[in-house]
T-cell receptor, first 112, second 110 residues
Framework: EAQVTQNPRYLITVTGKKLTVTCSQN?????MSWYRQDPGLGLRQIYYSMNVEVTDKGDVPEGYKVSRKEKRNFPLILESPSPNQTSLYFC???????????FGPGTRLTVT | GQQLNQSPQSMFIQEGEDVSMNCTSS?????WLWYKQDPGEGPVLLIALYKAGELTSNGRLTAQFGITRKDSFLNISASIPSDVGIYFC??????????FGEGTQLTVNP
C-alpha cells in the first residue's frame, strides 16, 4: 500500500530536549516536505527536499533541521524545542512539488 | 511572498445543502489544488487544476481554475455528513513554492 508514515503520532516533551520525528514514504517520490498546522494559519511549510542530499528552507524553518540521506526518509529534528513549536506536523511526498502531495497521518507535538 | 486568501473560514450547513468556497491570490498561479482533511488525518487531494478556465468534477465536487489565474473555487453539491472536515486550497506559480490557504472548516448537520 502506497503510504507516508510518521512516528511518533503523539509526543509530549519539555523545553530544550532534542527530538526527532521520522517520516518515510514507499512510493519512490523525489519530493518530500514538512508542514506545521496551527489553527487559523493553515499549513505552513517548514523544509522541503527535491531529492537525496538536497534540502531547502520553507516558510517557517527557524528552530528545525532536516536531512535527506535516503530517498524514502526525511526526518524532522528539533534540536532545542520551545513551547511555540507545539503544533500538528505533517510530512508529505510527491513526484514533484506541483504534483499530488501524499500526506502522512500527522504528529501532534506538545512542548511544555 | 505570495498571499493566498481562503474563504469562508468556517461553514455550518444542513445535510443536502450545496457548499461553495473560494481562494484568491495576489499572484498568478499555474496550478490550483484542492485538499480535504478529515478529522485526525492528513490532507488528501480532491481535485487538481492546471489550466485557466478549467472546470473539473469529482463526484459531487466541482472546482474551477479562474480565468484571471488568481482565483479558484470549490463547490460541493448535496452535502452529506461525511463531507465534514477542513478543505484547503493550494496554488503554485512555476518555479515558486506551493502555498496553502488557511482552510475552510465545514460542519454538516444531519
Amino acid at each position: 500500500e502506497a503510504q507516508v508514515t510518521q512516528n511518533p503520532r503523539y509526543l509530549i516533551t519539555v523545553t530544550g530536549k532534542k527530538l526527532t520525528v521520522t517520516c518515510s514514504q514507499n512510493m519512490n517520490h523525489e519530493y518530500m516536505s514538512w508542514y506545521r498546522q496551527d489553527p487559523g494559519l493553515g499549513l505552513r511549510q517548514i523544509y522541503y527536499s527535491m531529492n537525496v542530499e538536497v534540502t531547502d528552507k520553507g516558510d517557517v524553518p527557524e528552530g528545525y533541521k532536516v536531512s535527506r540521506k535516503e530517498k524514502r526518509n526525511f526526518p524532522l529534528i528539533l534540536e532545542s524545542p520551545s513551547p511555540n513549536q507545539t503544533s500538528l506536523y505533517f510530512c508529505a511526498s510527491g513526484q514533484r512539488e506541483a504534483d499530488e502531495q501524499y500526506f502522512g497521518p500527522g504528529t501532534r507535538l506538545t512542548v511544555t | 511572498g505570495q498571499q493566498l486568501n481562503q474563504s469562508p473560514q468556517s461553514m455550518f450547513i444542513q445535510e443536502g445543502e450545496d457548499v461553495s468556497m473560494n481562494c484568491t491570490s495576489s499572484s498568478i498561479f499555474n496550478t490550483w489544488l484542492w485538499y480535504k482533511q478529515d478529522p485526525g488525518e492528513g490532507p488528501v487531494l480532491l481535485i487538481a487544476l492546471y489550466k485557466a478556465g478549467e472546470l473539473t468534477s469529482n463526484g459531487r465536487l466541482t472546482a474551477q481554475f479562474g480565468i484571471t489565474r488568481k482565483d479558484s473555487f470549490l463547490n460541493i453539491s448535496a452535502s452529506i455528513p461525511s463531507d465534514v472536515g477542513i478543505y484547503f486550497c493550494a496554488g503554485q506559480w512555476s518555479g515558486s513554492r506551493l502555498t496553502f490557504g488557511e482552510g475552510t472548516q465545514l460542519t454538516v448537520n444531519p
